[in-house]
Each structure stands twice: as structure tokens, then as C-alpha cells.
């Protein structure tokens, strides 16, 4: 005769099953927490870094452009050779319909760099999340009565207090007016 009998399987996981389950998602949890932590310290890293060029850049193009377009250096107030530089220029840009001329300076003042026109506000140059550390201005007289400024820029930027990121930049650029 036959055996008739019929198995009954029971559905479901074990414990030991379950138990290996959990380890397994664990694991693969912390990887994918650790790989994201990762990839936010990164961005933070590269956003202090983008900060700094940014902001670098704006800084040098402005100090360029002013002084590509001036006719002179005013030396009186012009502070070459030091850190903490400053530089004073006579540009025809902007003048009053009494004056010829217009004067414009640029300073370090607790880490950001400032400009103020003649006649008008001081403004800032730089963004308060980033802070120059050296702005230094060298006179170079390149003969037959031409002069070039020559800008060394240290900047520091902070992405929080956790990550920074430097950089230095230099830039020349000749007076219009002088040749």
C-alpha cells in the first residue's frame, strides 16, 4: 500500500535566518552611513575651496580693472611692501564735473579688503565668509615712465569650523595712463 501521508512544511524563517538577516543589513547600513558622511565632508571641502577661489578672483579683477584704468599711483597714501597693504590710484573714471580726476583706494581692514571712491561710501570687496590674510602691493617701474602694480592676495575660507581652504593669488597689471 501506499503511504498516503501527507508533509506539512511550515512556512516562514527560522531565527537563526532572521539573525543573519539583521547582520547582514547592519553592515550594509554602516557602509552606506559611512560612504554619505564621506561625501559631505567632501562637498563642505569643496565649497570652502570654491569660496576662496570665488571670492580671490572677484578681489584680483576688481584691483585689475581699476588699475588698468588709472592714470596714476598716489603715493601718498599708497602703502607698498607690506602685508597689510594699500594702494591709492587717480583715475578719470567717475569724476565730479568740478574735479578731472576721481581717487580710489584699497585696504586690508580685519581680513576683508575694502574700497572707497571718492565722494562715495566704503563698501567691501570681499564676503564675510572668507577672511585675507596678506593683500600686498609692490611698485614696478617698468621704464620710459611706465608703472605696474604687482597684487599678492592671500585668502582663507571657511566652510564651517570643522573644514578651510587657502590660496594665494598674485596678479599684475600696468597703468593705462603711464604709457
Known sequence: MLNTECRTYRSGISMLELVIYVGMLSVFMVLIIATLMRVVRTYDRVRAQRSVVSNGRLVIEQLMQQISGSQAIYSPTS?????????????????SSEETVNHIDFWLDNG???????????????????????????????????????????????????????????????????Y
Request: hydrophobic share 45%; proline share 2%; glycine share 10%.
Open 112 to 178: 576683508r579688503v575694502w574700497m572707497r571712491k571718492e565722494g562715495a561710501a566704503t563698501t567691501s570687496v570681499t564676503s564675510p565668509s572668507v577672511r585675507v590674510n596678506q593683500m600686498r602691493f609692490d611698485q614696478i617701474s617698468q621704464g620710459l615712465g611706465r608703472e605696474a602694480v604687482v597684487i599678492t592676495l592671500q585668502i582663507t575660507g571657511f566652510a564651517d569650523a570643522q573644514f578651510t581652504a587657502s590660496s594665494t593669488l598674485h596678479a599684475a597689471a600696468a597703468l593705462r595712463g603711464t
Open 79 to 95: 602703502v607698498f611692501g607690506s602685508n597689510a597693504g594699500q594702494l591709492s590710484i587717480v583715475t578719470p573714471v567717475g569724476a
